[in-house]
Nanobody
Framework: QVQLVESGGGLVQAGGSLRLSCAPSGRTFTSYAAGWFRQAPGKEREFVASISRSGGNTDYADSVKGRFTISRDNAKNTVYLQMNSLKPEDTAVYYC?????????????????????WGQGTQVTVSS
């Protein structure tokens, strides 16, 4: 059922950094647009960042602009989320997702319902 796998989560102090990775569990993943979302207990899953199929275009939620960077290495079929200057409010389960439908080289959608494949999530906890 699960086609994408996230890794790299963990516990970090405020101001620290983590890098999340997202890779397919098999050989079926192609160059889809991709996104990162996060969900804290009792809250809706929210958009964090997205990247186009080529990696040439990116989009970020206002809450993470200037702190997080999304990137991809298509040769390795891997998408990354570099998270710097982490804050306690960044604490959540982080999910990666793949979007097969954007036009041309558009970024993945900010709407979580547009994504076709999801990972199981990785926990990020930021302590103060």
């Amino acid at each position: 059922q699960v086609q994408l796998v996230e890794s790299g989560g963990g516990l970090v102090q405020a101001g620290g950094s983590l890098r999340l990775s997202c890779a397919p569990s098999g050989r079926t993943f192609t160059s889809y647009a991709a996104g990162w979302f996060r969900q804290a207990p009792g809250k809706e899953r929210e958009f964090v960042a997205s990247i186009s199929r080529s990696g040439g275009n990116t989009d970020y939620a206002d809450s993470v602009k200037g702190r997080f960077t999304i990137s991809r290495d298509n040769a390795k079929n891997t998408v990354y989320l570099q998270m710097n200057s982490l804050k306690p409010e960044d604490t959540a389960v982080y999910y990666c997702a793949a979007d097969k439908s954007p036009f041309l080289d558009s970024t993945g959608s900010r709407n979580r319902y547009r994504y076709d494949f999801w990972g199981q999530g990785t926990q990020v906890t930021v302590s103060s």
